[in-house]
């Protein structure tokens, strides 16, 4: 199941990608690269389409799976605030 999530966007490296910076649920942050079109921005807000692979972590948090894996974690597996 697809998921959009609320990211915030920079330029990137490439002009095909945005360096993007995504709150965890834990409350750390981290960055990575993506693809423009997995960005969607609708009303001066960016998201990001992400896959849900567990969302049965609790109410307040779902397992996703990112585009690519982050920088400062090394794997594409981030846990995100529910919806």
């Known amino acids: 199941m697809d998921r959009w ?4 966007t ?3 490296m ?4 945005y360096a993007i ?3 965890l649920a834990d409350g750390r ?4 690269f993506a693809d423009k079109n997995l960005i969607k921005e ?3 807000k960016a998201f990001l389409k ?3 692979v567990n969302s049965q972590l609790g109410s307040d948090k779902q397992l996703v799976l990112l585009p690519t894996e982050t920088l400062e974690t090394s794997t594409r597996w981030v846990e995100v ?3």
């Open 5 to 8: 999530i609320n990211v915030n």
């Open 29 to 32: 942050e981290v960055s990575f």
């Open 42 to 44: 609708t009303e001066g």
């Open 14 to 17: 490439f002009s095909s990608e």
């Open 81 to 83: 605030a529910a919806e």
């Open 10 to 12: 920079s330029t990137g």
């Open 50 to 52: 992400v896959t849900v």
């Open 21 to 23: 910076l995504l709150k």
